[in-house]
C-alpha cells in the first residue's frame, strides 16, 4: 500500500515560528508513515491537479496575502476529499481578506486578551469523538484565541472567558472553541487553536491532538471512495432487483 502524501506549506508572519512548527509537523507526520513535502512558498498550491492527488494539506502560515485562484485550488482539492488541518494563526489568521479561505476553515482569529503568557484552561468536550478520547482537560500558557466560528463546526474542546481583562469581559462568560472538525465537500476538516510558538506545539497534550487531527483528516478521500462504492453497489443491486 502506498504511503499517505502531506504537504506542508508554512511562511507569513515568522513570530509564530512557522519553519520551526512545520519541521515538528514534518517529524510527525513522517513518523505516522507519511510522505511528506515541505514548501515555503504559497505557489505549492499552484496546481490543482497535484493538491488533489494529496491526502492531507497542512498550512502553517499566518497574516498572509494569497491570490483567489490559489485559495480556489486548495478548496477544490478539499472538496474532492483531501484533507486540510492546522493550528492557531497559521491555519485560521492565514489570510484575513479571504473569507473563503475563512469559510472553508472554519474560523477566523480576532483577538487574544492578554497577549502571550496567560494561564488558561482547555476543557476537552465529553464527545464520542475519537479525536478526543482519553485526553483531560490541561493547562496552557499562552495566547487565548477569541475567534468567529463556523455555527456549522463540531467543538472538540474549548476554554473559558473571560480571563484577561478587556473590552469584552463585562458580557457573559463563554465558552470559545479550541479544537474542532466540519466538512468541506467530502474533505475532512480539523484545527486547532493551540500553537502560539513552537514549543506550544511541542507540548504533549497539543501534539498528539494535533496527530489525531492529521490521521483524521487525511482518511476523508478513502472514507468518501469508500461511501461512493458502496452506493454504487447498492444502486447496482437496485437496479438487478427490478
Known amino acids: 500500500m502506498l504511503p499517505k502524501k502531506a504537504l506542508i506549506v508554512w511562511g507569513g508572519w515568522l513570530g509564530h515560528e512557522p519553519q520551526e ?4 509537523f514534518r517529524k510527525l507526520l513522517t513518523e505516522e508513515g507519511f510522505d511528506v513535502e515541505v514548501s515555503n512558498t504559497l505557489e505549492a498550491f499552484a496546481d490543482g491537479d ?3 492527488g494529496l491526502d492531507l494539506i497542512v498550512p502553517v502560515w499566518t497574516m498572509g496575502e494569497i491570490s483567489q485562484a490559489l485559495v480556489d485550488n486548495v478548496s477544490a482539492a478539499v472538496q474532492s476529499g483531501v484533507g486540510i488541518a492546522g493550528c492557531h494563526g497559521g491555519m485560521c489568521d ?3 481578506n479571504n473569507v473563503d479561505w475563512q469559510f472553508m476553515t472554519g474560523g477566523q482569529w480576532v483577538a487574544h486578551p492578554g497577549n502571550d503568557g496567560v494561564e488558561y484552561t482547555v476543557h476537552i468536550k465529553n464527545c464520542s469523538s475519537p479525536l478526543v478520547e482519553g485526553i483531560q482537560d490541561f493547562q496552557v500558557s499562552s ?4 475567534m468567529h466560528v463556523d455555527p456549522a463546526v463540531e467543538v472538540l474542546a474549548t476554554t473559558r472567558f473571560p ?3 478587556g473590552p469584552h469581559s463585562l458580557n ?12 468541506w465537500g467530502v474533505g475532512r476538516v480539523f484545527y486547532n487553536s ?3 510558538h513552537a514549543d506550544i506545539v511541542d507540548q504533549a497534550e497539543v501534539k498528539e491532538i494535533m496527530r489525531r487531527g492529521f490521521l483524521w483528516a487525511s482518511e ?3 472514507a468518501a471512495q469508500s461511501s461512493s462504492s458502496d452506493l454504487a453497489t447498492q444502486n447496482n443491486d437496485i437496479a438487478n432487483r427490478v
Open 94 to 96: 492565514s489570510f484575513r
Open 143 to 146: 495566547e487565548q484565541y477569541y
Open 163 to 165: 480571563q484577561a481583562a
Open 220 to 222: 476523508g478521500k478513502e
Open 194 to 196: 493551540l500553537g502560539h
Open 50 to 52: 497535484q493538491l488533489k
Open 21 to 24: 512548527v512545520a519541521e515538528i
Open 172 to 183: 457573559r462568560a463563554v465558552d470559545m472553541p479550541v479544537v474542532w472538525t466540519k466538512r
